[in-house]
């Protein structure tokens, strides 16, 4: 009795590790699936980053609730991201803030590590001047840097949507 026992556990414990190892190697096929779709979309400069969290200069960081977002499309940044801060000169009566549509200058992708990127470019319209810079890590994972001429830094977090 206690032999048929011992070869049962011994069984099942050889199952549980041939399921582990599996789980091992289809994450580890995953996190390169991943990776290659962050390269490939960089690569075109053609991605979507959904934004979860704002993080203001001074203040306390806010889990976002919309489905905010920043696109880059080539040569074209669709910028749909709350603001929440002081600005110091704006039009009088409406502010567009980080919502609007503009053309990208100066885009310069750096590769800091094996698995984080850095894009940095500038952006115009018609109420401020912004200098973006992104960290994109090899999981999707995004921190995206805005800084305007007129307005207080804020940061966000979110993720590259495939």
């Known amino acids: 009795m206690k032999r048929i026992v011992f070869v049962s556990l011994a069984f099942?414990?050889?199952?549980l590790s041939a399921c582990g190892t599996s789980n091992k190697m289809a994450k580890a096929e995953r996190e390169a699936q991943v990776a290659q779709q962050v390269i490939e979309a960089l690569e075109a400069t053609h991605y979507t980053i959904a934004v979860d969290w704002m993080k203001p200069l001074g203040g306390m960081p806010r889990h976002v609730s919309s489905n905010y977002e920043l696109k880059i499309n080539g040569d074209e940044?669709?910028?749909?991201?709350?603001y929440v801060g002081?600005?110091?000169?704006?039009?009088?009566?409406t502010s567009k803030g980080l919502?609007?549509?503009?053309k990208i200058k100066n885009y310069?992708?750096?590769?800091?590590t094996n698995n984080r990127f850095v894009i940095e470019f500038d952006v115009n319209n018609d109420e401020d001047i912004y200098h973006y810079r992104i960290d994109i890590f090899t999981n999707g994972k995004a921190i995206?840097?805005?800084i305007g001429q007129d307005?207080?830094?804020i940061?966000?977090?979110?993720e590259m949507v495939f």
């Open 99 to 102: 919502n609007f549509k503009g």
């Open 12 to 15: 099942i414990a050889v199952l």
């Open 108 to 112: 310069k992708v750096t590769q800091t």
């Open 155 to 158: 940061s966000f977090d979110g």
């Open 144 to 146: 995206i840097d805005v």
């Open 77 to 82: 940044v669709d910028s749909y991201l709350p």
């Open 86 to 93: 002081e600005a110091y000169r704006l039009p009088y009566g």
């Open 151 to 153: 307005r207080d830094a």
